[in-house]
């Protein structure tokens, strides 16, 4: 069965002080079904990813206040994988529309992080750790164990990451969604203050708030971009229980299952929205993706191998790094950004890759326009 | 495409103080693959249903929790609709099978809710309705004033709603895994502590720990219970907005589709697991499914008419009102416990009807041995 995406819409990402839960994954759900020319009566389910709307804002139960936004009471249900959930969100919805119980569908991810201190959302988003043996770890301390060892085992450099971010923050100028509009020097990057040595600030994605919708149908759709193949891995939760720390097995398995449905290999890939969540994760990312070789993602960016003059361009909309991270409307927001890009004929085969946590889930999608 | 229930499993229900959550969700994964005398890496995929481990237990990206007891790893997602999160996951489940990515898959659904306090647990739970709309309600408010309007337009009295207490603990005298086995008489249930009027403590389900898992696959299975047809309603999550405050139009909804789908009418039902978090839901379920004529269930009830004697045996188990509501293993364990008992032979075909919030989200399965 062919799958289209035939609607998409991103809301401003940023630390939207005056907008809520409610209304963003509103303004994402209306966006998308206009996009796709369709009312909302055409809609017959819904498909929610958020992360941890019950901790930053008490809400559970986010399939209801989506489905009560329709006058026909849509099914609706959440889908929950630490960051990954919107890209599992989009599979959620293929599952139904392969099994034939619905032709048009919709899905929608949503995060409102910035109603509580920085504190309390650093807590909230290790819980998507081993809380028990990984007890008190941050994601910067995790990733920065993942970069010492890639420093240690391949060469890769201060310098090196930090291209990733000067990249992703010149590519976030073009997107008017952006968290961030402001171009960064290397060094720069390499000067901002240390959060957990190597990282600094200016390696990590920031707290954002946003959503992101698109519309899903197995209905013939000429001139929309298809879902060619999805693919998702996991691996042990807690880094102490992984065979290596220089590559996310996560990544590679559902790349591997992605290239095959869409029959298609790395070197078909054009364009590539992948999980930045600090600048280390897009240099193991592009390396398990196959993009380049094992231990040369650093010296790629570096070398501008990863963007317009590349052969494979890495995070257009500016990544989570500079784009922003609503955690739950990350894996939708690249889906939806992916299609856009294909759907205006700059590219024509592209790929989304959405992490959960440090690596322990992973999903790609590759889509074509 | 024909779905079998091969194998199935339920923990033990109640204040399990020495048990914790990683613990239970790995004694039901174990136990339905033993029940369905397969090996681990057999099972292809995992649907893990929970509410609110990320409040709970600070856990959240359960499914990596869930993967990782496998060597393989198999792919895992979680699914929450509040109360009604492991009917959604068993959906999600059979969404997949359908589409024929897997053949094989498990469901599991776990709560651990007795790690906080009893006021951090009601304030966690009344995350499912519309904390905007309903801002300081806890459930047994909301199904108290849904209690007070059926009593008002029907004439349900005190004594028909202790009847549901009393049934349901009778039954659960007969399951080990309950958590309560304790009788009450008509007069214990009636003059129970008053916690929102009319409705007392032993008119409420309790706060639980517990897990339940079933194995789900596409290959023939004779002699393994079958699923016949599923179907899920919604309805305005906030009590202000539904059309009637009598009925629960998302139980109407998804019992139209179920039956539909099963090409079955309610009086083919012989055995039910409905969504009895407090004894007016029961009432309300009964009717809104079909069973007995809108506004007679409290008198049917207190006839005898819903258990043993009558035609339509409801909560064998103790329902949520004595065998326990960890709410996001309830959903699995009415399903669960049906199987088992359509696999006994006592019983040809049962349905399953689970409830997320204050009735928002209904989801029924029908089942036949």
């Known amino acids: 069965m062919k799958i289209f995406i035939t609607g998409q819409y991103i809301t401003k990402f940023g630390e939207l002080w005056d907008r809520g839960l409610n209304e963003l994954l509103i303004e994402a759900m209306d966006g998308a079904i206009t996009s796709a020319g369709l009312e909302p009566k055409d809609i017959e389910a819904i498909f929610v990813a958020n992360k941890a709307a019950g901790n930053f804002e008490d809400q559970h139960h986010l399939n209801a206040i989506a489905s009560q936004h329709f006058s026909h009471y849509p099914p609706a249900v959440r889908v929950e994988a630490a960051c990954a959930s919107g890209s599992l969100a989009v599979v959620a919805a293929e599952q139904a529309l392969a099994a034939g119980t619905y032709k048009t569908v919709l899905v929608v991810g949503v995060e409102k992080m910035t109603d509580v201190s920085s504190e309390m959302a650093t807590h909230i988003l290790s819980g998507a750790t081993d809380v028990h043996l990984e007890a008190g770890s941050t994601f910067p301390a995790l990733y ?23 990249k992703n923050h010149l590519h976030a100028l073009e997107n008017p969604e952006a968290q961030f509009h402001k171009k960064f020097t290397l060094d720069q990057v390499s000067q901002s203050l240390l959060v957990a040595d190597p990282l600094r600030i200016l390696d990590c994605s920031p707290i954002s708030d946003g959503a992101a919708a698109v519309v899903l149908t197995s209905h013939p759709s000429s001139g929309s971009p298809q879902i060619l193949g999805w693919g998702q891995g996991q691996d042990s939760i807690d880094l102490a229980n992984r065979a290596s720390l220089t590559t996310l097995q996560a990544t590679k398995t559902a790349a591997k299952h992605a290239f095959a449905r869409a029959k298609l290999t790395p070197t078909d890939i054009q364009v590539a929205e992948v999980h930045d969540c600090f600048t280390i994760a897009e240099i193991f990312a592009i390396e398990d993706l196959g993009f380049v070789p094992k231990g040369s993602g650093g010296a790629a960016t570096l070398d501008n191998r990863t963007t317009t003059s590349g052969n494979v361009m890495i995070n257009p909309s500016g990544g989570l790094k500079a784009c922003g991270h609503p955690v739950g409307a990350t894996g939708v927001k690249q889906v939806a950004y992916l299609a856009k890009l294909l759907k205006q004929g700059q590219y024509q085969v592209g790929l989304t890759h959405n992490v959960g946590g440090s690596g322990a889930t992973a999903v790609v999608h590759i889509l074509k326009g």
């Open 144 to 166: 920065a164990l993942l970069a010492q060892q890639h420093m240690a085992e391949y060469g890769t450099t201060r310098e090196q990451l930090s291209a990733v971010a000067v």
